[in-house]
């Protein structure tokens, strides 16, 4: 699962809406471009970029196109794109992927024309809001309630669907994990937008069973906020299973102490970074909890007795 930053860019700025809200905007930095390279400096291969002045203007899209040129990563690029002539000029001006959401509902067919010819470069954007889908920057729904109807979509050659659920977004809440495994029985490359608010959000998009910890298999998902507000930490490869460690972590034990799982359960580094919330029910015994084990749960509990927790 890619783990895949999102700038968003409002009167040239990088900014974090909630739910949307053009109101609730919070300026992180003057500077994209900046914010795009620092990432690329971190690991990033891939960003989400979105362009929210193009809803009223092309004055940003200079700094979406220096993005694209100096940034060093492939960028998948929505906002505003509702037309495929749109569509075709981003994509044959640099950028990676290019993101349809408004177009669906109002000029299908040109989608589906820019999909014929560019294929997994178009993502779909599912926008979802007290099950409605919203469109024009989340602003207005045609009263669609229901992803199923945008199979015709699906069964296309697409790059993947983006699922935001606008009532997670921006509120660090978590993500709407049971809907985008909903939609992931249609299409296969789901990415996940919207909610992420801790590196244990992160772990439940990435481990969704909570009885057998079966990966999810979700092909990305992006994170804005968390990062700003450095909720989470970020490391941009996904874990893997190393066979001398025994461990699912991201290189290899030795060298990384922390984010890593052993028989898919965090391992002690991680304690401490874990919520109360999390520790209670772990020390409580709470089968339901996703990281609940027998001898995990003992563990917790003889640190927590010792004073070291």
């Known amino acids: 699962m890619k783990i895949i930053p999102a700038i968003d860019i409002l009167d040239g700025k990088v ?57 060093g990563a492939e960028i998948q690029l929505g906002g505003g794109i509702r037309t495929a002539e749109e569509a075709v000029k981003w994509l044959d001006n640099g950028a990676s992927k290019i993101i349809f959401g408004t177009a669906l509902t109002e000029l299908p067919n040109q989608v589906m024309s820019v999909i014929n010819r560019y294929r997994n470069r178009v993502l779909l954007a599912l926008d979802f809001k007290d099950n409605l889908f919203y469109t ?28 935001t659920n606008i009532n997670k977004d921006g509120t660090l809440s978590g993500a709407d994990i049971s809907t985008a495994l909903e939609i992931k029985k249609y299409c296969s490359n789901i990415i996940i937008s919207g909610g992420i608010g801790s590196e244990y959000d992160i772990y439940k998009c990435s481990f969704y069973d909570t009885v057998s910890y079966k990966p999810s298999e979700f092909y990305g998902l992006i994170i804005g906020k968390a990062i700003y507000e450095n909720k989470v930490q970020l490391n941009f490869k996904s874990p893997v299973y190393c066979s001398e460690c025994k461990y699912y972590t991201v290189g290899c034990n030795k060298a990384v102490k922390r984010r890593v799982f052993k028989d898919n359960y965090i391992t002690p580094p991680h304690y401490k970074t874990m919520n109360y919330d999390i520790r209670e029910r772990i020390s409580n015994g709470d089968k339901n909890c996703p990281f609940y084990k027998p001898s995990f749960t003992k563990r917790i509990k003889d640190k927590i007795k010792s004073g070291n927790f």
């Open 136 to 163: 024009h920057g989340w602003t207005e729904t045609n009263g669609t309630c229901d992803f199923r109807a945008f199979t015709n979509f699906f069964n296309s050659p697409i790059g993947g669907i983006i699922y």
């Open 15 to 71: 900014v974090s809406l909630t739910q949307g809200n053009f109101e609730t905007g919070k300026v992180y930095s003057n500077d994209p471009v900046k914010v795009a390279k620092n990432f690329v400096r971190q690991g990033a291969k891939l960003l989400h970029v979105i362009n929210l002045d193009k809803m009223k203007s092309d004055k940003s899209d200079e700094i979406v196109k220096r993005i694209i040129n100096e940034s």
